[in-house]
């Protein structure tokens, strides 16, 4: 069974720092990985998805990466705004395998 | 185009009775899934339909949750006897193809909440 670790699982910082989000899975054979965020009261955003053969996505301040040989995926968010505190999720597999989250929360 | 719609929005029902919970994917897409979250919690995987394939239900906690679609259409999830601890938001989501190579789509969710 795929498990999905995230680190840290809260994260607090000023305004205007980049931000770093871990996710790690134990089944290397994965299709893709996606990154949602998820505000409060609120469903899931989808903000990046990886394929298997890709390595990195990029979307606006957005960049994710993926390393499959040793199951890590990385969301970095530059230069952080009050708006992108929110909790932060990855998922591996067709079925989706969460973590738990990185809850963030940006200080203006 | 719509996105994902669930409905109800919100659900509160007494410990013992029965509910459906309703969700629309978007139109065309073959693969729909259900998921749930209780509070302080991740997500957790229930059902996935693709096509007119078999669902899978590995994820199904007990007997008393079931769902069916129609076709690539509607879906209905179904809790049978509620118990508190199936208090949760519930969540679906659908994609344009099978085996996770698309993205999935998020309905707003259903908040069950079981007295």
């Known amino acids: 069974k795929q498990e999905v670790t995230q680190i840290p699982a809260a994260l607090s910082v000023p305004e205007g720092e980049n931000l770093v989000l871990n996710c790690s899975f134990t089944?290397?054979?994965?299709?893709?990985l996606q990154w949602f965020r998820q505000d409060p009261g609120k469903g899931l955003t989808s903000l990046l998805l990886i394929q298997s053969s890709q390595r990195e996505q990029t979307s606006g301040r957005l960049n994710a990466s993926l390393d499959k040989s040793s199951g890590r995926s990385t969301l970095y968010i530059a230069a952080s705004q009050p708006g992108d505190s929110a909790t932060y999720l990855c998922a591996a597999l067709g079925k989706l395998s969460f973590g738990a989250g990185t809850t963030v929360t940006v200080r203006a | 185009g719509a996105g994902v719609s669930q409905s109800p929005s919100n659900k509160v029902t007494e410990k013992g009775k029965d509910v459906e919970l309703r969700c629309d994917p978007i139109s065309g897409h073959t693969a729909l899934y259900w998921y749930r979250q209780r509070l302080g919690q991740g997500l957790e995987f229930l059902i996935y339909f693709q096509g007119n394939s078999a669902p899978d239900k590995s994820g199904l906690p007990s007997d008393r949750f079931s769902a069916e679609r129609t076709g690539e259409s509607v879906s209905t999830l179904t809790i049978q006897r509620t118990q508190q601890e199936d208090s949760a938001v519930y969540l679906c989501a659908s994609s344009s193809q099978s085996g996770g190579q698309e993205t999935q789509y998020f309905g707003p969710g259903t908040r069950l909440l079981v007295l």
């Open positions: 089944d290397s054979a994965i299709y893709n």
